[in-house]
């Protein structure tokens, strides 16, 4: 397929939210059939309401900063698709883009002719899949994973991540996480599992209680950002100048 093919096929595959009612199923197939590409690299995977693409996109850039190769996978996109994946701070070509599709799609076939997938992989986990194939062909050392709508059941905790970072939650897609805080809360914060490094934004006393319930269940020591991080002096003078201190070191 060229781009504007690969483009028309994802969209016949209806839209991304779809990918909350089939579960992890389909990506974990699907990814199996691909090689398992997303063992190639480490993983941060970002889940939250407010903030979480733009932390990816901060991180990503730290982490380049400090010479490591990056992959970053975002979304929704803004003019291209191709916005969505990203490796060493460039979004792939169109061309590119339409060689991964190419290939999710015909694994994808595949698995559906031999009746190991009762459907075909919805929109969002085709572009997932692609991510984790480009950033393994491109041999990243980490991979920075925004996750698309909630977490317990979102295409990109198929990765299973190593360190997860979970940003201010607020009320949401409440048509396919829940029609409270807490429920919400509860979707989001299923990214945690046993052995992850999650770090935790600051949160509203519910958000906060769920999950702190769940780093408990799953023996998780979480890292609350508000315990780790703050911002000692922040003085305006034309361009603004932050101060951040961490248990860690001291930026400016």
Do not use: W
């Amino acid at each position: 397929m060229n781009f504007d093919e690969a483009l028309r096929y994802l969209l016949s595959l209806g839209h991304e939210t779809v990918a909350i009612k089939l579960g992890l199923t389909n990506t974990e197939r699907l990814l199996d059939a691909l090689s398992q590409p997303q063992n190639d690299y480490p993983a941060v995977q970002i889940a939250g309401t407010n903030g979480k693409g733009s932390t990816a996109v901060v991180l990503e850039r730290i982490c380049r900063a400090s010479g490591i190769k990056t992959g970053l996978y975002t979304s929704p996109h803004l003019i291209s698709i191709t916005e969505r994946i990203r490796i060493g701070g460039l979004e792939i070509t169109l061309p590119e883009f339409a060689r991964l599709i190419t290939l999710v799609r015909d694994a994808a076939r595949g698995l559906l002719e031999e009746g190991k997938l009762p459907a075909l992989p919805t929109f969002f986990e085709h572009v997932t899949a692609a991510a984790l194939v480009a950033f393994s062909e491109a041999r990243v050392q980490l991979a920075i994973l925004e996750t698309g709508l909630g977490g317990r059941l979102d295409a990109t905790t198929a990765a299973l991540a190593r360190t997860i970072a979970i940003t201010p939650i607020a009320l949401d897609h409440q048509e396919y996480l829940g029609q409270t805080l807490s429920e919400i809360a509860a979707e989001k914060a299923a990214i945690i599992r046993p052995g992850v490094t999650a770090i935790i934004a600051p949160q509203s006393p519910t958000a906060l209680e769920v999950i702190l319930r769940r780093c408990a269940e799953k023996r998780v020591t979480p890292r609350l950002v508000d315990d780790h991080a703050r911002v000692i002096n922040a003085d305006a003078s034309g361009r603004l100048r932050i101060t951040l201190k961490t248990e860690a070191d001291c930026y400016e």
